[in-house]
C-alpha cells in the first residue's frame, strides 16, 4: 500500500515562514503530480499548489509571490515553503500524489491523500 506523511504545520504569526513536507512511501512505480491542498472551517477545499515530475508548477492566485512548491522525486517528497503567512492561509492542508503503484506485478493508478496537517496563522 501507500502513504503519504505531511510534517511541518504549526502556529505562527502573521508574516511569518513554515514548510510543509509530504512524503510517499509503499510500493510506489511512479508519482505524476504531487500538491498541496487547504481546508479552511466552513470551506471547500481547495488547491494552493502542485508540480510535476518534470518541475512545472501551478499555484492558487491568493499565494503566488508567497508560496513555493518544489519536490525531490528521488525521495518521493514534495515540500511546501509558505513565506509572508496571513490569518487566511489558516487551514489543514492536505498533501496529494497522483501516482501509480504495484501490487502483485499489476500497475493501478489512484490519486491518493494524505490525513492533513493544520497551520493556523495568529494576528
Known amino acids: 500500500q501507500v502513504q503519504l506523511v505531511e510534517s511541518g504545520g504549526g502556529l505562527v504569526q502573521t508574516g511569518g515562514s513554515l514548510r510543509l513536507s509530504c512524503a510517499a512511501s509503499?510500493?510506489?512505480?511512479?508519482?505524476?503530480?504531487m500538491g498541496w491542498y487547504r481546508q479552511a472551517p466552513g470551506k471547500q477545499r481547495e488547491l494552493v499548489a502542485a508540480?510535476?515530475?518534470?518541475?512545472?508548477?501551478n499555484y492558487a492566485d491568493s499565494v503566488k509571490g508567497r508560496f513555493t512548491i518544489s519536490r525531490d522525486n528521488a525521495k518521493n517528497t514534495v515540500y511546501l515553503q509558505m513565506n509572508n503567512l496571513k490569518p487566511e492561509d489558516t487551514a489543514v492542508y492536505y498533501c496529494?500524489?497522483?501516482?501509480?503503484?504495484?501490487?502483485?506485478?499489476?500497475?493501478?493508478?489512484?490519486?491518493?491523500w494524505g490525513k492533513g496537517t493544520l497551520v493556523t496563522v495568529s494576528l
Open positions: 508540480i510535476t515530475s518534470g518541475g512545472s508548477t
Open positions: 496529494n500524489a497522483d501516482l501509480i503503484y504495484v501490487d502483485y506485478g499489476s500497475h493501478y493508478a489512484l490519486d491518493y
Open positions: 509503499g510500493n510506489i512505480f511512479t508519482i505524476n503530480v
